[in-house]
């Protein structure tokens, strides 16, 4: 299993498990259909990364993100203001 599902911490860097899952399954699609990956394929210990743990670490060294702008997804800070009711 891949280490850093087991925390929350990535969970809240996206701002909520649906949010999480939707971005981990759109970027599967994509490097499936042959996008290059943002970051290594071969990890230090010299196995190759799956599309998963690609994933993961993109997530991780902010080289995806949900663009909040651009999708009806609100994003993690405005949730915060709103529960503050500021």
């Not at 899952?21 to 259909?33: F, G, K, M, P, S």
């Not at 943002?38 to 990364?49: I, S």
């Amino acid at each position: 299993m891949i280490e850093e599902l087991k925390s929350d911490d990535l969970v809240n860097k996206v701002g909520g498990r649906f949010k999480l899952t939707a971005l981990i399954q759109h970027r599967l699609v994509e490097l499936v259909q042959g996008q290059r990956p943002f970051v290594d394929r071969k990890m230090p210990d010299g196995r190759q990364r799956t599309d998963m743990e690609i994933v993961i670490q993109e997530i991780l060294e902010d080289k995806i993100a949900i663009d909040y702008e651009k999708s009806d997804v609100t994003s993690p800070e405005k949730i915060a203001k709103l529960d503050k009711g500021t």
